[in-house]
């Protein structure tokens, strides 16, 4: 079993819609859970820690799941500016803030 | 707004010379990471430092992998002898400290090997 795995998509939706990506880790004993943004040829970049009382950020919600090693991301009213490979990405036990990538779930939003 | 500056961009090296990555982290960071993205895959921790010395390496930062912080700012990843295989974006990374802080990637090097 992969260590973080994802749906790749691609996820092409019209401007406003609302989708949902999903992601599974393996260890469970890992720590801290992100979702990272990645436009095409560029850094990861932070998009919001997730916590496993839900948090949401703006248009951004996130819910972690430790019983069933399940994280996902919601975005609401999606914008053409929100396309993108979003990014799964988990820090393990130990270590020194090791991060643990998943392969991505990439986004188009069409006018 | 301080961020992870890497040089070159772009690197085009032949196949067995040796290339060094640079990096800066942002000043505060203690922490320093390089991790790998070949093209269409997944990006891959490849190796953590701290106080001077590895903390964490992963089985793709093999012998032919070195890092050092020769100053108090850079920090670079060199490969000795450099391998088809080794093409890819590499991704220079920084933390505060430990434990659930977020690490700042900087725009990456893209190495590719002829």
């Known amino acids: 079993r992969k260590e973080v795995e994802q749906d790749p998509g691609p996820f092409n939706v019209p401007e406003g819609a609302t989708v949902a990506f999903n992601c599974t880790y393996s260890n469970s004993a890992s720590q801290s859970f992100f979702w990272y943004r990645q436009d095409c040829r560029k850094e990861p970049k932070l998009l919001m820690s997730v916590y496993s009382s839900g948090n949401e950020d703006g248009r951004f919600t996130a819910q972690l799941n430790r019983a069933s090693q399940y994280i996902s991301l919601l975005i609401r009213d999606s914008k053409l500016s929100d396309s993108a490979t979003y990014l799964c990405v988990v820090k393990p036990p130990g270590g020194y803030n090791k991060l643990i990538f998943g392969a991505g779930t990439r986004l188009a939003v069409h006018p | 707004e301080p961020e992870v500056t890497q040089t070159p961009s772009h690197q085009v090296t032949q196949m067995g010379q040796e290339v060094i990555l640079r990096c800066v982290p942002i000043s505060n960071h203690l922490y320093f990471y390089w991790y790998r993205q070949i093209l269409g895959q997944k990006v891959e921790f490849l190796v953590s430092f701290y106080n001077n010395e590895i903390s964490e390496k992963s089985e793709i930062f093999d012998d032919q992998f070195s890092v050092e912080r020769p100053d108090g700012s850079n920090f670079t990843l060199k490969i000795r002898s450099t391998k088809l295989e080794d093409s890819a974006m590499y991704f220079c990374?920084?933390?505060?400290?430990?434990?659930?802080?977020?690490?700042?990637f900087g725009q990456g090097t893209r190495l590719t090997v002829v």
């Open positions: 990374a920084s933390s505060r400290a430990e434990a659930n802080t977020e690490a700042f």
